[in-house]
């Protein structure tokens, strides 16, 4: 990894993803989500936002509990009553962030906030003070500051990293940049806040005009160190930025990006497929990286080119992101003895199902379906512990 940046990963899924679903996920299909995106292996994972409502901060606090690996996150608006939740919801986690963050454009300002920037910025500063009574992880985000004039900007940042903060966020909230005009702000950012050295520079795009994924990329080539992202891009109305494609653009491009991830991206397609199901979130056909097609050859000339040389047509492989080319095919003919080895590869032991049950539903789904895959047995696995804790 010599001469490389890493590039920190900062999974929203179970946030900024979750809040734009129809229906609130429950307790423990955030927990089983959480474990999923523990095992991608991201440094950071925020999980919610405790001043919310009662069940999201018990959420938050059983996966600072039970969740090992990475940095615990929670949300907070630049309010004491939002830090306070939130520090407490944390308090078990090995490691933990607050996430604190208020308005800056002047449209926010002037019609949510009713506040001037000198404001904002003194509520900010005593926000990331109080939370740095909790912790030394406190990370700040200007929302909207992709419509934020770039002096105001370079104003409230300087602010925030002189009262302690330690990750700088700048999102681009309503998905409204593009690429070079994103990568600006960050370059502006690097050249005009003298203190800037003291945080990490983190981008979280959303993707109203489909940029989410370039304008995070762009960003990292200006200096950005953070992504902010979430499984499948799933997130308020087009959605966030998609960890799987960030990922594996920085993995699949070393000769123009010299960074690396820590994901594991072999556990990318199960992760995935895991969010689509509980969230009811179906992925499009076409989707990069993980969608159906997103390794299938139709045409005669490109299935004789990858015949005889995989990389003819194809950049990176499908095991690299975790789909098994030379699996099992289950069927309903497989048997007991073969479901029983294929979720024990997937980490299962056999005290986390009942097999004869699993068995049966294997055997129901595969009549219906034809051939079953992992995320399917993920999901009877899944669908079991729920019935059994109903
Ligand atoms: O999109 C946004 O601005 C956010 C902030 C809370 C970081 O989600
Ligand atoms: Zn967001």
């Known amino acids: 990894m010599s001469g490389q940046d890493k590039i920190w990963i900062f999974d929203t899924t179970l946030r900024d993803g979750e809040q734009a679903l129809r229906a609130s996920l429950s307790h423990k299909q955030k927990i089983q989500l959480a474990h999923a995106i ?32 990475p940095i615990i996150c929670g949300l907070a608006r630049a309010v004491s009553a939002d830090i306070e939740a939130c520090g407490q919801a944390l308090a078990n986690a090995e490691r933990r962030r607050i996430h604190t963050f208020i308005a800056t454009s002047p449209l926010h300002l002037q019609y949510k906030l009713r506040r001037t920037l000198e404001q904002a910025t003194e509520q900010a500063v005593a926000a990331i003070q109080l939370a740095r009574r909790y912790t030394d992880d406190v990370e700040f ?35 409204y940049t593009i690429p070079n005009e994103f990568a600006r702000i960050i370059t502006d950012l690097r050249n005009k806040v003298p203190n800037i050295d003291q945080a990490i520079l983190s981008v979280h795009c959303h993707n109203d ?60 397609y199960r992760s995935s497929h895991l969010v689509s199901q509980i969230c009811h979130m179906p992925i499009q056909p076409n989707k990069a990286i993980v969608g159906e097609n997103a390794f299938a050859h139709s045409s005669g000339i490109h299935q004789d080119g990858v015949l ?31 479901i029983q080895h294929r979720l024990s590869e997937m980490g299962y032991t056999t005290e986390d199902y009942n097999l004869d049950e ?27 512990n729920l019935q059994d804790t109903n």
Request: glycine residues 8%; hydrophobic residues 40%; aromatic residues 6%.
């Open 38 to 69: 523990a095992r991608l292996n991201v440094d950071v994972m925020e999980v919610g936002f405790p001043v919310s409502s009662p069940g999201d901060f018990e959420s938050v606090q059983s996966i600072a509990t039970q969740v090992k690996g």
């Open 141 to 175: 985000s200007c929302e909207d500051a992709g419509r934020t004039p770039i002096d105001d900007l370079c104003r409230i940042v300087e602010a925030a990293i002189k009262a302690g903060a330690r990750t700088i966020n700048i999102p681009d909230t309503v998905g």
């Open 209 to 268: 005009l489909g940029l989410a994924v370039a304008n995070s990329i762009t960003a990292v080539q200006a200096g950005a160190r953070q992504i902010e992202c979430t499984v499948n891009g799933i997130g308020e109305r087009a959605g966030n930025c998609s960890l799987e494609e960030v990922a594996m653009i920085i993995k699949t491009r070393p000769d123009i990006l010299p960074f690396y991830t820590d994901i594991k991206s072999t556990e990318i």
């Open 308 to 338: 005889k040389a995989q990389n003819t047509y194809e950049i990176m492989s499908p095991e690299q992101v975790g789909i098994r080319q030379n699996e099992l095919n289950l069927t309903s003919r497989s048997g007991r003895a073969v």
């Open 358 to 384: 699993i068995y049966q539903a294997f055997v129901t789904l595969a009549d219906q379906k034809g051939r079953v895959f992992d995320y399917d047995l993920e999901a009877l696995v899944f669908f079991q």
